[in-house]
Nanobody
Framework: QVQPVESGGGSVQAGGSLKLSCVRS?????MAWFRQAPGKEREGVAA???????YYNASVKGRFTISQDNAKNTLYLQMNSLKPDDTATYYC???????????????????WGQGTQVTVSS
């Protein structure tokens, strides 16, 4: 298993959009995006299992969309209507076996990317 690699972070104004990408080495059973702001714990943002079941943190539901392209071994996070509170380092995480009940918990994942910074200004 090769470490996932994220890209697509950047700086935007509130209300703007960004799309994050994560290239991983295989089609893991569960994949997710997490984020961590300075001084805060890492939190689950969105997860996808079996290629179609999706899970979202309540704070991003309706604004963010997680998806995957198996042909490209790539996981995406489309982020719309961004808010300053979305500012954080975003991490891609994968696991070969889903741990039900932990799909939005860091302990449910085995492999982590290095992270990509997202900054939203007001």
């Amino acid at each position: 298993q090769v470490q996932p690699v994220e890209s697509g972070g950047g700086s935007v104004q509130a209300g703007g959009s960004l799309k994050l990408s994560c290239v991983r080495s295989d089609n893991s059973a569960c994949m997710a995006w997490f984020r961590q702001a300075p001084g805060k714990e890492r939190e689950g943002v969105a997860a996808i299992s079996g290629g179609y079941s999706t899970y979202y943190n309540a704070s991003v539901k309706g604004r963010f969309t997680i998806s995957q392209d198996n042909a490209k071994n790539t996981l995406y996070l489309q982020m719309n209507s961004l808010k300053p509170d979305d500012t954080a380092t975003y991490y891609c995480a994968t696991t070969p076996v889903c741990r039900w009940g932990f799909v939005l918990q860091p302990s449910g994942y085995s492999y982590w990317g290095q992270g990509t910074q997202v900054t939203v200004s007001s």
